[in-house]
């Protein structure tokens, strides 16, 4: 089945919705990551909500950026602290709640928010709402791996710390259109994480979802692998990793720490005699190439997969280059009308699954 789905409107083509306000360092490091996307990306225009009179004065200071930015003034913030609950009660005059309505009513394409991952979510679930036929919605992210894209897809890392059979079959349909849009792949290769690759290993949920992705790879276009372990997420032998939540952002957090401990690892092992500062002057290009390679603010950005309408979640802690690499994801997911392809491989996959019935 094709990805194809008709093209946005012209109302909303190019436009990003951003939640400025959100993250540890506030709306100067969104401003930054505003500027450093526009070079890249000279097409980009931004609708930047928050502070007006904060945001005004932070855009003017990049020059020609006010050229890119309409702003949108919203009162309140989202806190790091605040409860999903509390927000959806008391939350629409934030930031973060302007800017995904921005999706909803079709001036933007794709949202952005630093913010609160927990209140965005359920921001996003009741105003943009969950597509037909999808039980809980995913967030995926991109893995560096030894694909030669340098990248490996990982879903759910965090939406949901539950799933059946039947939220990991939609995942894995998500999961690939995902691929095919942000990676370019035409035929990805899919795996099932699980404690083995043998097909009697794993709880029964697993079991059956691995019977059904099976039966749906062939018709929705991908290689379905089988059963992976955590060594294939950052390996070649898939392009997609479909899991639990719960499982996930332990993996998720588990490899961002791992890579800030090699890191601070190599740090220290060539700053501990003269000797070894003498070779890391000789091994710096190397170095520098790893710590790129490694770097978790290159691959920063969790899509919230399974909604009408398309939502990025930066990590908290971005920075202006985080912050950047975020939105240059949302960029080329605008510009793939990500969002309607979803919406066209989960209905095949409802139509599927109908017909097998």
């Known amino acids: 089945?094709?990805?194809?789905?008709?093209?946005?409107?012209?109302?909303?083509?190019?436009?990003?919705?951003?939640?400025a306000m959100g993250g540890d360092h506030g709306p100067e490091a969104v401003v930054a990551g505003l500027a450093r996307a526009v070079?890249?990306?000279p097409a980009i225009r931004f609708i930047v909500h928050g502070d007006g009179?904060?945001?005004?004065?932070?855009?003017?200071?990049?020059?020609?950026?006010?050229?890119?930015?309409?702003?949108?003034?919203?009162?309140?913030?989202?806190?790091?602290?605040?409860?999903?609950s509390q927000v959806m009660r008391t939350g629409k005059s934030t930031s973060m709640w302007s800017a995904v309505d921005a999706v909803r009513s079709g001036e933007a394409t794709v949202c952005v928010s630093c913010g609160n991952t927990g209140a965005l979510m359920a921001v996003s679930m009741m105003r943009l709402r969950k597509l037909p036929g999808i039980n809980r919605p995913a967030i995926a992210i991109l893995w560096?791996?030894?694909?030669?894209?340098?990248?490996?897809?990982?879903?759910?890392?965090?939406?949901?710390?539950r799933a059946d059979a039947d939220d990991l079959v939609q995942y894995a349909?998500?999961?690939?259109?995902?691929?095919?849009?942000?990676?370019?792949l035409e035929r990805p290769r899919l795996g099932l994480l699980n404690v083995g690759t043998e097909e009697h290993k794993g709880r029964t949920e697993l079991k059956?979802?691995?019977?059904?992705?099976?039966?749906?790879?062939?018709?929705?276009?991908?290689?379905y692998v089988g059963f992976v372990e955590g060594s294939d997420i950052p390996g070649d032998r898939v392009d997609v990793i479909v899991t639990d939540g719960f499982t996930g952002n332990v993996a998720l957090k588990t490899g961002e720490g791992t890579a800030r401990f090699v890191r601070d690892m190599l740090g220290e092992a060539f700053g501990a005699t003269a000797l070894s500062k003498v070779a890391a002057v000789l091994a710096?290009?190397?170095?520098?190439?790893?710590?790129?390679?490694?770097?978790?603010?290159?691959?920063?950005?969790?899509?919230?997969?399974?909604?009408?309408?398309?939502?990025?979640?930066?990590?908290?802690a971005a920075d202006e280059t985080?912050?950047?690499?975020?939105?240059?994801l949302a960029w080329e997911l605008s510009k793939s009308n990500f969002s309607e392809r979803i919406k066209a491989r989960v209905a095949g996959l409802a139509l599927t699954t109908e017909t097998q019935g």
Do not use: W
């Open 284 to 316: 710096m290009a190397s170095l520098k190439r790893l710590s790129t390679r490694i770097d978790p603010r290159r691959v920063n950005g969790g899509v919230f997969l399974g909604l009408n309408g398309t939502v990025v979640k930066s990590h908290g």
């Open 39 to 41: 070079k890249t990306n």
């Open 53 to 84: 009179r904060v945001l005004d004065a932070l855009i003017a200071r990049r020059r020609g950026l006010s050229d890119h930015c309409t702003v949108r003034h919203a009162t309140d913030v989202v806190a790091m602290s605040d409860k999903p």
């Open 208 to 223: 059956d979802a691995h019977d059904r992705i099976e039966q749906v790879a062939a018709k929705a276009g991908f290689d």
């Open 173 to 184: 349909l998500m999961g690939m259109s995902y691929a095919r849009n942000g990676l370019g």
């Open 322 to 328: 985080g912050v950047a690499a975020a939105i240059g």
């Open 1 to 19: 089945m094709s990805d194809e789905a008709p093209d946005p409107g012209p109302e909303a083509s190019g436009v990003l919705s951003i939640d």
């Open 144 to 161: 560096p791996s030894r694909n030669p894209s340098g990248f490996n897809v990982m879903l759910d890392v965090g939406a949901d710390i």
